[in-house]
Nanobody
Framework: QVQLVESGGGLAQAGGSLRLSCTAS????????MGWYRQAPGKQREFVAR???????YIEDSVKGRFTISRDNAKNTVFLQMNSLKPEDTAVYYC???WGNGNAVWGQGIQVTVSS
């Protein structure tokens, strides 16, 4: 069983930065894909960023140039560096870990609030 634990969320001012971390534990098999999604109040969960096992990254257009995803395979950890934050980035951010067979697990979510 795999568990994901997110950390690093909180409150930031517009233009500020936060760094989210997500560490996986348990029966983790490689290769795997790690990523971040977010859900704002009253909206559906949306894709933010994903990083493939060997480093390829995919970033959603609305955060491209502001957010960076990276991973430390030795520590089973994925990071989301969020710069130039905007109030519309306010959401609960979820970490995900997926495999090529379509199976995936999710973290419990972490709140990010950006004040104007």
């Amino acid at each position: 069983q795999v568990q994901l634990v997110e950390s690093g969320g909180g409150l930031a001012q517009a233009g500020g930065s936060l760094r989210l971390s997500c560490t996986a534990s348990g029966s983790i098999f490689s290769p795997n894909y790690m990523g971040w999604y977010r859900q704002a109040p009253g909206k559906q969960r949306e894709f933010v960023a994903r990083i493939h096992p060997y480093g390829s990254t995919y970033i959603e257009d609305s955060v491209k140039g502001r957010f960076t995803i990276s991973r430390d395979n030795a520590k089973n950890t994925v990071f989301l560096q969020m710069n130039s934050l905007k109030p519309e980035d306010t959401a609960v951010y979820y970490c995900s870990l997926a495999w090529g067979n379509g199976n995936a697990v999710w973290g419990q979510g972490i709140q990010v609030t950006v004040s104007s």
